[in-house]
């Protein structure tokens, strides 16, 4: 729904493409699947009269939003508010904004590389020397730091079961942790998202470690160890 109304925008725009409307032959209304309990809405009084124009398109297109969204789904959110409400009091609600309310649902988007190493604790199982744990660490980081976007989220999701953070340190029951398994560049990391534990061999080189972590996230899943 989103790239169609986008598009319908984009196009409205371009002095080359007024005709298009015309050919769409869109108006103000709204034909509701079966699932939604059919016949259709009128976005506006006297919608399926109304034909959507380049210069009308920016109505169409917020009224066609809120109707999808919202005022064709009253029921549906009303129940999950109802459903909120049943274990959350609605007074510890009440100072919220949309915004901080997505931010407690979904986490924070940006995966801030120094918020997770601030957050994350390591566990040597390998029993070689802390010199050799120093520099693993070093690798991972570096790694984790050159990721893009989509594999710090891949990354997270493996290891956690979320792809993003939590809002505070005290969304993360329990912390997350790294185990450090010893040295074997056979296998693949492994996770217990339960626990939110990393484990990782200790790999002989940082080309081994990158090449092993990007490929076990892409898998999009974990192993209970």
Not at 97 to 104: C, K, M, V, Y
Not at 180 to 197: E, Q
Request: aromatic share 10%; with cysteine; hydrophobic share 40%.
């Amino acid at each position: 729904m989103y790239e169609s109304l986008r598009q319908l925008v984009v196009d409205s725009e371009n002095k080359n493409l007024t005709s298009l409307f015309s050919v769409l032959d869109l108006n103000f209304s709204i034909d509701m699947c079966t699932e939604e309990g059919g016949g259709s809405i009128e976005l506006v009084p006297g919608g399926r009269d109304l034909e959507v124009t380049s210069s009308n398109v920016y109505d169409y297109v917020r009224k066609y939003a809120e109707t999808r969204m919202f005022k064709s789904q009253v029921k549906a959110i009303e129940a999950i508010r109802a459903g909120i409400f049943d274990v959350v009091p609605a007074s510890c609600l009440e100072n919220l904004t949309p915004e901080d309310f997505r931010l407690l649902l979904n986490g924070v988007g940006d995966i801030n590389v120094t918020v997770l190493i601030s957050y994350t604790s390591f566990i040597d199982e390998s029993g070689e020397p802390s010199e050799r744990l120093i520099k693993f660490k070093r690798w991972l980081w570096s790694i984790v730091e050159k990721m893009t976007h989509l594999e710090r989220m891949d990354l997270v999701y493996f290891w956690t079961g979320s792809p993003a953070l939590p809002a505070s340190e005290d969304g993360f029951q329990p912390m997350p942790s790294v185990t450090i398994r010893p040295a074997d560049d056979a296998h693949l990391p492994t996770a217990n998202t339960c626990i939110s534990r990393l484990y990782i061999p200790l790999y002989s080189s940082r080309a081994t470690l990158r090449h092993k972590l990007l490929l076990a996230i892409k898998t999009k899943n974990f192993g209970f160890v």
